[in-house]
């Protein structure tokens, strides 16, 4: 039954990080009102910071992040001298009214960067920004990168949540993917963090790579769950060649079939389950006494670009080049290319080029939606006590759409509306059915499975 949904509902559907989603962002949304939105944050606001570092040594070929490679430095000293002029202008605006409950270093490669300026930029944050004494400091680690100094520098700045990309340990799908990376270094680098008091560590595992099987994928998880990672996220490859273009390095004929990744996921996350870990939304995994189990209990998980959090803050804000921030306003998004990023944010400057303004009909849609991915199940008193007659309106739809959808994947469950355990593999589609702006838009996506 499952394997025939993921043939009917092997449509592109959006990951649904935020909503609306970044394919509806619009150049209205600039400088000028991301400089307002700032200038609107209040005394006592928390806030939490996303800092993208835009350079890789090596291209991974499966990747969709906004990164280029390099193998010289001198572009890299470049753009940090241009994200500390950001950090310094943003700070400029907000000082004395906000303070840091959470950063989150991501990319391309964080552990690209120099001991040193990883240090340097540690420090001008600190120096920038009121950080609470409990702030969260999670780095996305590329274990090709690493070294005894590079270790060294992140425990200098305070992280407490590495971040390790696995993807699979298997050598021939490395190959396809262009990513080596053995198992023993991926464990030394574990043991490298752990040994510098560093108190949690997340494992990234991927499906549906270039010749991947079930088999393969089962071996990649088994060896992940000998290091005993805190959380693990388990994702399903996105191969969208027409958005990166160097994912045409992959034969589309290596790509298992909706049938084969819906088993490969299942596989996976039933052998995390059975070691102990609780099932975190769509794809994330956690010890019963992470924070984000223990949020996903309470009902107070969240869903963001780097996806699921128990991070509770309104307000991110994006630093580098296409990274989004969020505000109560809504999103707003830096112009993608490093070279004019620069440009924008020097004497001062923002690079805000596009973003999107929430009206009350995307607060009461993106909020369902959040609710979906993260507990795949919303209530119809919540939904109207938060919203009123935007909610009594969205709530109509729902009852529609549980009493019409002939696959029954949404159901009416008491005031509550419920995706069943075997639906859950196609939340995201589930989730499209509320969002006013996927049948009309012409943006490309990931497959739902």
């Not at 990883?118 to 600190?126: C, E, F, N, S």
């Not at 975190?280 to 107070?300: C, E, Y």
């Not at 128990?310 to 804000?317: V, Y």
Request: hydrophobic share 40%; aromatic share 8%; glycine share 8%.
């Amino acid at each position: 039954m499952q394997s025939e949904l993921a043939a009917r509902l092997g449509e592109n559907v959006p990951r649904y990080t935020s909503y609306p989603t970044a394919p509806h962002f619009h150049a209205g949304v600039d400088a000028a009102v991301h400089r307002g939105w700032l200038e609107a944050l209040e005394s006592g606001d928390e806030i939490s910071l996303y800092l993208h570092i835009p350079y890789c040594d090596k291209l991974c070929w499966f990747c969709a992040c906004h990164t280029k490679q390099t193998r010289h430095y001198e572009p890299v000293t470049a753009y940090l001298r241009s994200l500390h002029a950001e950090i310094a202008t943003i700070a400029g605006l907000v000082s004395g009214k906000v303070r840091v409950r959470a950063i989150h270093f991501g990319g391309g490669s964080p552990t690209m960067l120099k001991p040193d300026d990883m240090v340097a930029l540690g420090a001008v944050l600190r120096d920038s920004f009121d950080f609470l004494l409990d702030a969260k400091i999670s780095v996305e680690i590329e274990p090709n990168d690493m070294d005894e100094a590079r270790l060294d520098a992140l425990a200098e700045i305070g992280m407490t949540r590495a971040s390790l990309g696995v993807q699979d340990f298997d050598p021939k799908v490395q190959k396809g993917i262009n990513r080596e990376q053995s198992f023993l270094q991926t464990k030394a680098v574990v043991e490298g963090v752990r040994l510098r008091g560093v108190g949690s560590v997340n494992l990234d595992l991927l499906y549906g790579l270039p010749h991947q099987t079930k088999e393969s994928v089962c071996s990649t998880v088994a060896q992940a769950l000998t290091l005993e990672p805190d959380r693990m996220a388990l994702f399903g490859y996105a191969h969208v060649p027409w958005f990166k273009k160097h994912q045409t390095m992959i034969d589309e004929a290596w790509l298992p079939g909706p049938a084969e990744r819906l088993a490969q996921s299942q596989l996976a996350a039933r052998a995390i389950v059975d070691k102990g870990y609780e099932a975190i939304g769509l794809d994330h995994f956690a010890k019963p006494g992470d924070a984000l189990a223990i949020a996903a209990r309470a009902g107070a998980l969240h869903r963001n670009f780097q996806g699921y959090t128990d991070d509770r803050c309104e307000t991110l804000i994006g630093l580098g080049p296409s990274s989004i921030g969020r505000f109560r306003q809504g999103y707003v998004q830096n112009m993608p290319s490093t070279a004019e990023y620069g440009r924008m944010v020097a004497d001062g400057g923002l690079a805000a080029v596009r973003g999107i303004a929430l009206s009350d009909d995307d607060r009461v849609r993106g909020w369902i939606i959040e609710r979906l991915m993260c507990d795949f199940a919303f209530s119809a008193i919540d939904l109207v006590e938060r919203f009123g007659e935007a909610g009594q309106k969205l709530l109509r739809q729902s009852s529609s759409i549980a009493l019409h959808d002939p696959l029954r994947l949404l159901e009416l469950d008491g005031d509550s509306f419920v995706v069943r355990d075997e639906s859950r593999p196609f939340i995201r589609s589930i989730a499209a059915k509320f969002d006013k702006y996927f049948e009309s838009g012409t943006a490309r996506h990931s497959v739902a499975v």
